[in-house]
């Protein structure tokens, strides 16, 4: 939409970055009007890390504004894909969040920060009192050094100042200035909030900035942004339904609190981000402090409830699928304790009709035994074998007999056998004893 021009400001004698509108047919009402809205958002902010606007005029009809010259380079350009030092990345986004607090206060959202919109300059060329001679002598001297090991200076958070550019896509919250019309996207797919890629213009406030500066930590802990596909709608698809992958699977040592802040920002629903860009600069103090954070990392159920409403299509099928298997399961289960349960019903009847058959066989036995008794037992004149053979043949009845309901009459019956065989035995003596007194007084 613009043009930058490295240029001198002839009234201070300065060097300034002159911006002005592409000259030219081409040019449509609505870039002018975004453009004049850039310069007023720009004007109205006054911060040492926000670059700074001098002077704002126009041309042949065209407007243009004089900006501080920033030297250094771009964060994207001296990053190349290298990522930096946890500390010093949370150095640079704390600094970059208060500056963005700063624009919100003053209800400017800026709607695309990335590195590329962030400006680093040399803190040796920001100093005060400096004499222009020594001033060019010192930078030019910073410049080379940081040329010959941009790496070092990277690393170095004190050797420079980062500075908030390019707010031609700023949105003034308390007007239609800078405003886009529903369903317009307007941001970089890599950087933009998810509110941003689905074109919801309304709903993009200082969240949509809270975001932006989570993918900028991600990529200063990881070397790349979190959404980065083959075309811009891939990566705009996978802002809207992709949640990113933790730091720490492309930095194992990445802190687990720096980590839990960064995907704190980078929640899908601007709710759940942090409420201010100040309250995501204290929480990096915090950590820098070694002070306990705020943030917490998502749940296992909250994850899960994110995936879903995400993707219910998918998570019903998935659930379809899941309930199909509990279901085979159950059934399986179910049949497998019914044939369980059968088997056990067969063995059990088998076991019990071989228990009938034992106690039959035991029963004969024991009858033929008791019976055996018995009949020894049957003479008039009973013999002292005749009760020992008794006495052997109903001991042997009721030897080891099982506890089984049908041989409790014939145990008893045994038992009781062998109560009377003495009996009998005393009986036969005294018969015997008096048969032999009387005979005795027949026949003196």
Not at 121 to 136: D, H, I, K, L, N
Not at 386 to 412: F, G
Request: aromatic share 4%.
């Amino acid at each position: 939409m613009g043009v930058v021009f490295k240029a001198r400001q002839l009234g201070l004698k300065r060097q300034v970055a002159l911006k002005m509108m592409r000259t030219g047919a081409g040019v449509r009402p609505h870039e002018l009007k975004r453009f004049r809205a850039e310069a007023e958002a720009v004007a109205h902010l006054r911060h040492p890390n926000i670059v700074q606007i001098h002077e704002v005029g126009e041309q042949d009809g065209y407007p243009y504004f004089c900006l501080e010259l920033i030297e250094g380079g771009s964060l994207n350009k001296r990053l190349a894909g290298a990522p930096l030092a946890p500390k010093a990345a949370a150095e640079l986004v704390l600094t970059l969040a208060r500056a963005m607090h700063y624009a919100h206060q003053r209800g400017i959202v800026h709607r695309d920060l990335k590195p590329a919109n962030i400006l680093l300059a040399g803190v040796r060329s920001q100093e005060a009192g400096v004499s222009g001679r020594e001033a060019g002598v010192r930078g030019q001297e910073s410049t080379d050094r940081r040329d010959a090991d941009a790496d070092s200076w990277l690393l170095t958070p004190d050797s420079w100042i980062p500075k908030v550019t390019d707010f031609g896509l700023a949105k003034r919250l308390d007007s239609e200035v800078g405003g886009t019309r529903t369903g317009e996207i307007m941001g970089t797919p890599s950087y933009m909030s998810p509110e941003q890629a689905s074109g919801r213009s309304k709903d993009v406030g200082p969240p949509a900035d809270i975001y932006a500066l989570g993918t900028i930590l991600y990529e200063l802990l990881t070397g790349r942004p979190p959404f980065k596909a083959a075309t811009a709608l891939d990566t705009v698809l996978q802002v809207l339904h992709t949640d990113p992958l933790p730091p720490s699977q492309f930095l194992p040592a990445c802190p687990r609190d720096l980590e839990t802040i960064c995907l704190k920002c980078l929640q899908k629903e601007p709710q759940r981000r942090f409420a201010s860009a100040d309250a995501l600069a204290e929480d990096l103090r915090r950590y820098l402090a070694g002070e306990p954070i705020l943030a917490r990392p998502a749940s296992m159920r909250e994850r899960t409830v994110k995936w879903v409403r995400r993707k219910p299509v998918k998570a019903a099928l998935i659930a379809a699928g899941v309930l199909l298997i509990v279901s085979i399961f159950g059934a399986n289960v179910y049949l497998n304790r019914e044939l369980v349960a059968a088997r056990a019903d067969a063995t059990r009847k088998t076991q019990e009709t071989e228990r009938i058959k034992h106690v039959d066989v035991l029963r004969q036995d024991r009858q033929w035994l008791l019976a055996g008794a018995e009949l020894a037992l049957t003479g008039k004149d009973l013999k002292s074998k005749d009760l020992e053979k008794a006495e052997l043949l109903a001991k042997q009845a009721t030897d080891k007999i099982p506890d089984e309901p049908e041989l409790t009459e014939l145990k008893n019956k045994a038992e009781q056998l062998l109560v009377d065989i003495p009996r009998l035995r005393v009986a036969s003596a005294n018969y015997k004893n008096l048969r032999q007194g009387r005979d005795a007084a027949r026949h003196p």
